[in-house]
């Protein structure tokens, strides 16, 4: 990257079920205020603003132009970026190359999702291709039962090892005031969840959520004189193809390709050998 780049403040709103005191654009304005409280900035400060949605779970329509409000982009240049679920990653990704490239020094970047005025399901299940797609008629639970069957099929994986990993993300969630759940489960409790569709169970899914975040990028300088304890970003990389029915069901080190393909050339830009041992958490 031509520039360094840092994260200098993050704000989030609680996360819940119904947010019915709050609009969208009074939610996200309340991630906004938070980000820049712990910036210690103002909107003014702000060169550009990243708004990140998936605007048709809501129903509706450009959200980056009617939200101006609440997101604090009035005036400024700005976009939106929609990336399905890895939007938050997306536009992170976005906001450093936008001040690594010296285009912009300050960056707002803001992901949210107002689940309870929209219908997921529907909408993903509107959007498959009755052949190539179909498992997405199913809508994310479609997908995630389709891989989890064929990785334990492929890799010899029990139902056990995800509960493990049903159980951290809980934990985890218990430690974050703002998370929308914060259950404390053991892996016989993800075990014995109902049944949503093979090998996925209730504890294993997410819950569909109301909430926002933001967080401010920017460069060296401004860190430095901004944030005591800057987090610096050292590299990022992002691979993309187009996943079809066959590509879901197919887990093996030749599809789907592009988790291979990133890691390897982040592992290359950090001098990874080992990422086992390297990372903390992946």
Request: aromatic share 8%; with cysteine; charged share 20%.
């Amino acid at each position: 990257m031509k520039r360094n780049v840092a994260i200098i403040g993050g704000g989030q709103t609680y996360h819940a079920a119904r947010r019915h005191d709050v609009n969208q654009v009074e939610m996200v304005n309340e991630a906004v205020r938070a980000a820049l409280e712990d910036a210690q900035m103002t909107i003014d400060e702000i060169d550009t603003v990243l708004l990140g949605n998936m605007e048709f779970f809501e129903g509706t329509h450009i959200t980056d132009c009617w939200m101006v409000d609440g997101s604090g982009v009035y005036g400024k240049p700005g976009f939106k970026i929609t990336t399905g679920g890895t939007v938050g990653a997306t536009i992170t990704c976005a906001g450093v190359h936008h001040v690594a490239s010296g285009l912009f020094d300050k960056v707002l970047c803001i992901g949210f999702e107002k689940q309870e005025e929209g219908d997921t399901g529907a909408i993903l299940s509107g959007v498959a291709h009755p052949l190539f797609g179909r498992s997405l008629a199913g809508a994310a639970v479609g997908y995630f039962a389709m891989m989890g069957s064929s990785y334990m099929a492929t890799w010899g994986a029990k139902e056990e090892h995800s509960a493990m990993v049903a159980v951290k993300a809980r934990q985890n969630a218990r430690k974050n005031e703002y998370a929308h759940l914060k259950l404390d489960i053991t892996i016989e409790d993800a075990l014995n969840s109902r049944m949503l569709a093979y090998p996925i169970r209730m504890l294993d899914m997410c819950p569909a959520s109301n909430g926002a975040c933001a967080m401010i990028l920017a460069d060296e300088k401004t860190a430095k004189d901004r944030c005591k304890n800057p987090v610096w970003v050292r590299a990022m990389d992002a691979a993309h193809n187009e996943q079809f029915e066959l590509s879901w069901c197919d887990v093996t080190d030749t599809r789907p390709k592009f988790s291979t393909e990133s890691a390897s050339r982040i592992y290359k830009k950090l001098g990874v050998t080992d990422p086992a041992t390297y990372f903390d958490v992946f």
